[in-house]
Structures are given as structure tokens and as C-alpha cells.
């Protein structure tokens, strides 16, 4: 992974001095994990009433939990997802099986508590964020954290998606969102999205970062067919060939053929990373989302976890590039946080076991035999 370096981050933003200082002040206070918590919290596992290694995975999800809290015995009680909503141009070009109006509509269901996220979210005691960064309707209601950056992004397969403006302003709002969030007290971050047309946003942030042809990481989004994949592979070629996206330079890229939802959750994933909390990426699209901050940074890298794997080409092609192994594999390719909020039964898992087991000194079990 390379880090785009500062000079390129000053290339875009002639004019737009106080946001890139924001941007380039919330990557540098993201620190490596804590070593010495995490060596406390291995030697911790060793001593618990079980073979060594028996609980795999559940084992290195607490260690990591350890060197992100940095503490030998970390804790999760409160935990939020954050949803960001916002449309894309590019609908107009006929990429998704649906119409763009169920972007608002589905903000709607979200605040009434009807969406699966909902569902999820109660079962895990998680609290649910709403945010509209870029809906292209008017949406107001007491719950909606209201934050339009713009009534959706451009078509990209005519122009740049958004302009340094709107994506420094959509960043920023991820930054806000996350601080307000962290300040009521959080220690574990879901993120989700809503936003019709956005595989096809995150198609284009994933081939121009990665490096790879579109048709590699494109799939059916919302359930369109072969056909109407190929047509979208095209719409994809020809927007990546107008605009020309630098692959060295993150910002450049979510700017080009992004969205609004997009950017505002790499936002999201610096400050949390910034401020030592824990973040579950969902899907295809928080993935490209999560692609791009660990691009401009790759020490968030080990602040994330993947919740599960997407039916998304691209999503596992992410994951690969981040070396992030995901937590559930159940064919789902919904987005809004689902993948994410599911996965926190497993975080939460790690923790009651690290924290709530006895030792073999404490339980009386006689440890294993000398070799
Ligand atoms: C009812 C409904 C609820 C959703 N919840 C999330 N998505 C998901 O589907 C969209 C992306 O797929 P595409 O690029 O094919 O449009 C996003 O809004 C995503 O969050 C939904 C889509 C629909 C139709
Ligand atoms: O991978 C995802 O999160 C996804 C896939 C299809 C549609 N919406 C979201």
C-alpha cells in the first residue's frame, strides 16, 4: 500500500487551504496499534482455561482490540453505525436496477425504523446515525442529521463526480459526524450506506486504486442483469477514460468517480481511527470508502475490521489489497451497514471471552503437559 504523499494532497486543493489542513491534521494523529497492550493481552489469552489457540480468530480479534483501545483488557459497551446517504449522476445512465427515488425513500424507512439496518441494529444494541450528505430530494426530520453537501453527484461519465469543494466539505462532515458521535461516548463504529447507483461509484474508486480492469470488480448492485452489466462496465470505461483519475492520489480519485456518501464515510473512518475507535466495514461501497483512507494513510489500516464479505466482486479484491480477513461470509449484498452491525456479535464474542474467562491458576485446571 503507498501513501499519497502530502505534496499531491496541496496539488488539489489551490484555494481550499483550511479544509486539506483539516484532512492532513486528522491523518497524522492516527498512531500505530499499542505493542505492549497487545503482548499483555496475548500473555492474557495463554493463561485462560482452554487449549492455546482453541478460540482462533475470537483470540486475534482481542488482541487487536487491545492495541486499538490499548489496554490488555479492552471494552465495548456503547457502539453506533454510521449511515450516510447521497445520490450519484450517474443513475441517469441506467447502471442500477432501481430508480433513484428510493434513495429518499429508504431515508425515510431508515428514520422509521423499517430498513434491515434497523432490524440489526436492535438486536445488537447499536445506535443508529442517519446522515443525508448529498440526497437529491428534500428530506427533514427530527432524527436525520442533515448535512447536504450537494442534491447528489454529477454524472460521471460526463464531468468529475464532485468538486474539491463538495468533496473536502463531505469529508468534513465524516470528521463531524464521527466526533459528535465519539463525544457521547462510543467504542465501536459500524459504518453503512444508502445511495442508489453507488456500486458503480465504488466499481470506479476500486479499479483506479487497485489498478485493475472494471469488468474484474463489477457485479449486479441491486440485481441487474448480464446485459445490463455489461452496459454498466461500459458506462464505468468511459467515465474512468474522462476523467482520468490519478491512482496515486486518493482525493483525486473520490473527487473524479466518488460520491458524496462515499467521502463523507472516509471521513468517518480517519477520525475514528484518529481517535483510537475501532471501525467495522460493511460492503463493496464502505469498502472503496475504507480503500481510500487506508490509501491516504495506511496506518488506519489497523483500526478496521471487515464485517463480512460482499456478493460484490470488488469487495473481496478490497479486502485482499488491505489484508483483511472478513468475518462472515453469508451471500448478503445489501449495504446500509448491514455486514458491519452483524459482525459486532463477533467483536463483542471476543471480548466477553478475554475478559470474562477464568485462568487455569484461578479455575484449578491443571495446564498442558511439558513436551
Ligand atoms: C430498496 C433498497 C434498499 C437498499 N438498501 C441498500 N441498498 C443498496 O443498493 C444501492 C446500490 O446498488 P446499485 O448500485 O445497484 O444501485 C445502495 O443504495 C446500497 O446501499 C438498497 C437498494 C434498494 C433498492
Ligand atoms: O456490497 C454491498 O455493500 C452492496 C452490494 C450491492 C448493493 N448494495 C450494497
Known sequence: ???????????????????????????????????????????????????????????????????????????????????????????????????????PQMVLNFLAGGAAINALARQAQAEVVIVDIGVAAPLAHPQL?????????????????????????????????????????????????????????????????????????????????TEQRQHKVRVLERALELNQPDPNDALDVLAKVGGLEIAGLTGVIIAAAARRIPVLIDGFISGSAALAACALNPAIRNYLFAGHTSVEPGHRLILEHLQLQPLLNLNMRLGEGTGAVLAMHILEAALHTHNEMATFAQAGVSEKEEE
Request: glycine fraction near 10%; include cysteine.
Open 1 to 103: 500500500m503507498s501513501q499519497t504523499p502530502i505534496s499531491s494532497l496541496r496539488g488539489i486543493t489551490r484555494g481550499f487551504s483550511m479544509s486539506i489542513e483539516q484532512i492532513q491534521e486528522r491523518l497524522a494523529l492516527v498512531q500505530p496499534l499499542d505493542k505492549e497492550a497487545m503482548q499483555q493481552a496475548a500473555q492474557h489469552q495463554q493463561q485462560l482455561t482452554k487449549p492455546a489457540g482453541s478460540l482462533g480468530r475470537l483470540e486475534e480479534i482481542a488482541i487487536r482490540l487491545a492495541g486499538i483501545q490499548g489496554t490488555s483488557l479492552p471494552h465495548i459497551q456503547q457502539k453506533s453505525v454510521i449511515v450516510m446517504a447521497g445520490d450519484h449522476g450517474v443513475t441517469r445512465e441506467g447502471v442500477s436496477a432501481y430508480p433513484a427515488e428510493v434513495t
Open 145 to 225: 442529521i442533515s448535512r447536504k453537501v450537494a442534491l447528489g453527484s454529477a454524472n460521471m461519465a460526463e464531468r468529475p463526480a464532485l468538486t474539491r469543494e463538495q468533496l473536502f466539505e463531505a469529508i468534513q462532515v465524516g470528521f463531524e459526524v464521527l466526533d459528535a458521535t465519539a463525544e457521547k461516548g462510543c467504542h465501536l463504529i459500524a459504518i453503512g450506506e444508502m445511495g442508489i447507483g453507488n456500486t458503480t461509484a465504488a466499481s470506479a474508486i476500486s479499479a483506479a486504486l487497485l489498478r485493475q480492469p472494471v469488468d474484474a470488480l463489477t457485479g449486479h448492485g441491486t440485481g441487474i442483469n
